[in-house]
């Protein structure tokens, strides 16, 4: 059992650099997330979609982007990094549809903006 | 905004005692509340849930209280144990929208 799978776990990046952090999932979830943890806080969320070919702007979108070309792939898209863009970031996926309220999580990226 | 947020920032219990961590939510239009436990270095793992139309529900050593007169929510935990130690958010939503999480209480459980 896979569930949802993030990939890096660690990453440094220089300011102005970008990079996509991927998220993948198996358990066919049409809703997926990306929020990120700042220390000692809870999560923010910052794009969401609903399903294949739909995305939509959380609560802190900017300097991000999302795709969402198939069911299992949700990768999020820094284009210019700074160093306020240093958190952990969580993808995570449900099926709410189905009235289950739980959402699975990955493991996290942890980013550094230097 | 509406928020969801946590009234202790860290509980310190003995193993074996009954721990209990609060939450307060304004969104009155909630229709669950969800409670996660992250453990170091993890993402966040489903505890348990409520309805908005229920004021309690229990599961395995846990029991999740709403009050909605006051807009409170708890997590109880039984004889909580050294692996019960983590950061626990609650969390609610409403219809099929996102979650809206709060900024999480520390549990550190002492042997």
């Known amino acids: 059992n896979a569930g949802v799978t993030q990939t890096p776990k660690f990453r440094i990046l220089k300011i102005g650099q970008s990079m996509t952090l991927q998220c993948t999932q198996d358990?066919?979830?049409?809703?997926m997330y990306w929020y990120r943890q700042d220390p000692g806080m809870g999560l923010k969320l910052i794009y969401y979609s609903v399903g294949a070919g739909i995305t939509d702007k959380g609560e802190v979108p900017n300097g991000y982007n999302v795709s969402r070309s198939t069911t299992e792939d949700f990768p999020l898209r820094l284009e210019l990094a700074a160093p306020s863009q240093t958190s952990v970031y969580f993808c995570?996926?449900?099926?709410?549809?189905?009235?289950?309220?739980?959402?699975?999580f990955g493991q996290g990226t942890r980013l550094t903006v230097v | 905004g509406e928020s969801v947020g946590l009234h202790l920032p860290t509980l310190s219990v003995q193993e074996g005692d009954n721990s209990i961590i609060n939450c307060a939510y304004s969104?009155?239009?909630?229709?669950?509340f969800i409670w996660y436990k992250q453990e170091s270095g993890k993402g966040p793992q489903f505890i348990i849930d409520?309805?908005?139309?229920?004021d309690k529900r229990q599961g395995q050593r846990v029991t999740v209280l709403l009050n909605k007169t006051v807009k409170h929510l708890s997590l109880q935990i039984a004889a909580t144990q050294p692996g019960d130690s983590a950061v626990y958010f609650c969390a609610e939503r409403e219809g099929y929208s996102t979650l809206t999480f709060g900024k999480g209480t520390m549990l550190l459980v002492s042997p």
């Open positions: 358990m066919n979830h049409n809703y």
């Open positions: 995570a996926s449900s099926n709410y549809g189905t009235g289950n309220t739980e959402a699975f």
């Open positions: 409520i309805r908005s139309n229920m």
């Open positions: 969104n009155s239009a909630s229709d669950y």
